[in-house]
């Protein structure tokens, strides 16, 4: 069965750091690319980060840029993302899906299987 599981999210001050997970299921993160996204409320849905599954490429918004970084454990079939200099901003619903085999796309209509998503709060 396909699927896909999100933790780590919680309530974190301005300027911390959280570590995303998304766990897969049903198929290899090797093999297919994983989008980040995140969604917060009154906002569209935006693509924050993706790691190929082919080719190893890594993408990032400008607004997360040298602040995110995706990562992956192909042992745990299980790809991260790790969030630093937390703002405001970044409060937000974060969601794992699965793209294509090739490239790192950030619309969100490139991925086809959708994990059910995390709370992040960043708040003082």
């Known amino acids: 069965q396909l699927q896909l599981v999100e933790s780590g999210g919680g309530l974190v001050q301005p300027g911390g750091s959280l570590r995303l997970s998304c766990a897969a299921s049903?198929?290899?993160?090797?093999?297919?690319?994983i989008g980040w996204f995140r969604q917060a409320p009154g906002k569209e849905r935006e693509g924050v980060s993706c790691?190929?599954?082919?080719?190893?490429?890594?993408n990032y918004a400008d607004s997360v840029k040298g602040r995110f970084t995706i990562s992956r454990d192909n042992a745990k079939n299980t790809v991260y993302l790790q969030m630093n200099s937390l703002k405001p901003e970044d409060t937000a619903v974060y969601t794992c899906?699965?793209?294509?085999?090739?490239?790192?796309?950030?619309?969100?209509?490139?991925?086809?299987?959708w994990g059910q998503g995390t709370q992040v709060t960043v708040s003082s």
């Open positions: 899906a699965r793209g294509p085999a090739w490239g790192c796309p950030l619309g969100a209509f490139r991925y086809d299987y």
């Open positions: 790691f190929s599954g082919r080719g190893g490429i890594k």
């Open positions: 049903g198929f290899t993160v090797d093999y297919y690319t």
